[in-house]
């Protein structure tokens, strides 16, 4: 059971039923729908090309979740959407700090836009410290924050397309010779769990 939820009625903006709604946990993997957000926010044009940088690399540690087959590895190029895919189907956290830095330059100037946005969204209990949501004390959330910036993530066209994908697949790249094919890790999305509904 969750230490903490929220059934949130984004229509309306209310709570219909919390359990300690505002009480702040570490988020984990869950920050990667504020990034997800804030690169679909920024980024006109997603088909542009990113490569992966030592700098990015240097945030993941051992047992780090990473795209599939093979954690992207310094000077691998591929698409922002092929990285946005991966960060948000598989958790990569790898494409989560390469996003942070090809849009802020850092992943502490990518964290600046994130409280940013929380604090436009009306966010109260939430600071972000990183954008893949490797454990840092300066990185927590409430359920309640979460779910304001999960509806507001929901009205963006480009990451309601990417919530609602199934299955994505990334191509070969110039260090990778396989493709990459991912599903959602939610056992509901990717077929684990019959819901008809």
Request: net charge negative; aromatic share 8%; proline share 3%.
């Amino acid at each position: 059971c969750a230490g903490g939820f929220v059934i949130y009625d984004a229509t309306d903006n209310k709570i219909i039923l919390g359990k300690d709604e505002d009480v702040t946990r570490y988020p984990a993997s869950i920050t990667k729908i504020m990034t997800a957000l804030i690169v679909c926010e920024q980024v006109s044009d997603l088909s542009r090309t990113l490569t992966f940088t030592d700098a990015a690399l240097a945030e993941m540690t051992a047992d780090s979740s990473h795209l599939p087959g093979a954690m992207a590895v310094s000077g691998e190029e591929m698409s922002i959407k092929d990285a946005l895919y991966g960060m948000y189907m598989v958790s990569a956290n790898e494409c989560a700090a390469q996003l942070a830095i090809t849009v802020a330059g850092s992943t502490e100037a990518f964290a600046e836009l994130m409280n940013k946005k929380a604090a436009e969204l009306g966010c109260t209990g939430t600071h972000f410290a990183n954008a893949h949501g490797l454990h840092n004390q300066d990185h927590y959330t409430t359920p309640h924050d979460m779910a304001i910036i999960f509806a507001a993530a929901l009205k963006n066209k480009a990451f309601f397309e990417m919530a609602t994908t199934y299955t994505y697949t990334i191509s070969a790249t110039d260090k990778y010779a396989g493709i990459r094919e991912m599903v959602p890790g939610h056992n509901i999305l990717n077929g684990n769990i019959y819901y008809p509904e």
